[in-house]
């Protein structure tokens, strides 16, 4: 792999390295211009587990030439300062907030590896694996009979970013998300599927861009009819036209990650209702 002119970018944690990588990409993608290779070192718990991170971290440094940049979620205090000893870039998260919060509450933290991904609320946990489950079941048009059990049924073309939105949420949230892929029929006149007419207030429509759905279906099914750019600006086209025609709140996801499409939609949701 070369890996010259790129930035070497690091996630390091004790745990799953998911808080580590959420921060550093954030604040990475105020930095556009430049070229990274990321690499993500989970469960660092232990001096032989990140001597050996260091170690590779190290010899990658050596290929590119470029100091690395580590984002460190690591709780333990003798390893962090073990970090901090290397010739690294480290934004170290805990070292970043814990002194001000420990000011801010009048109390000593008490780190704890995997506190903030373990299964500290048995009760929400189930909640949410209950979702999941949910999702999976009703997923892509399935049983439409238990959408009466959902909190929300997002709408939409195929490939138009519907089954991971749902599963976002209900991996993160507990929602209950159903989707129901608009096909060709249901398209034919821009109004609601009878299949959904008594779920007008749980339902959320995506939309999207038809060069975007394009370049996407053209991936799965090149060359076809379903991915052409004519089908892609008819569906598209008709779509829009029910969402107005029946008052669906849209959405569009051309540009939106998993993430913020799950945030949008649950936020609109809460201006309905409280879940």
């Not at 070497?8 to 954030?26: H, M």
């Not at 053209?218 to 029946?246: F, N, T, W």
């Amino acid at each position: 792999m070369d890996l010259a002119g790129k930035h070497n970018i690091y996630f390091l944690s004790d745990r799953t390295g998911i808080s580590a990588e959420t921060l550093g990409r954030s604040l990475l993608s105020q930095f556009p211009d430049h070229e990274y290779h990321f690499t993500s070192l989970p469960f660092v718990d232990s001096e032989n587990r990140l001597d050996l991170a260091i170690a590779d971290i190290q010899k990658t440094t050596e290929r590119s030439g470029l100091r690395p940049v580590i984002f460190s979620t690591l709780t333990n205090p003798a390893l962090r300062q073990r970090l901090l000893a290397e010739d690294f870039f480290v934004f170290d998260f805990f070292a970043t907030y814990l002194a001000p919060l420990q000011d801010a509450l009048h109390q000593k933290a008490s780190p704890i590896a995997g506190q903030m991904h373990g299964i500290v609320d048995l009760g929400s946990y189930l909640d949410r694996m209950d979702a999941v489950n949910f999702t999976l079941n009703v997923d892509d048009g399935l049983r439409t009979k238990e959408y009466e059990h959902a909190d929300i049924i997002l709408l939409g073309v195929s490939r138009s970013g519907k089954t991971p939105t749902c599963l976002y949420l209900a991996m993160q949230f507990g929602i209950r998300a159903a989707n129901y892929p608009l096909i060709d029929e249901d398209l034919e006149y821009p109004r609601l599927p009878d299949q959904l007419g008594n779920y007008r207030d749980k339902l959320y429509g995506l939309s999207i861009d038809p060069a975007s759905l394009h370049r996407i279906r053209q991936a799965r099914r090149p060359d076809s009819r379903y991915a052409s750019i004519e089908q892609c600006r008819r569906e598209v086209k008709q779509v829009d036209l029910m969402y107005k025609q029946e008052g669906i709140p849209r959405l569009d996801s051309s540009s939106m990650s998993v993430e913020e499409l799950a945030t949008s939609v649950l936020f609109k949701a809460k201006l309905h209702r409280q879940f």
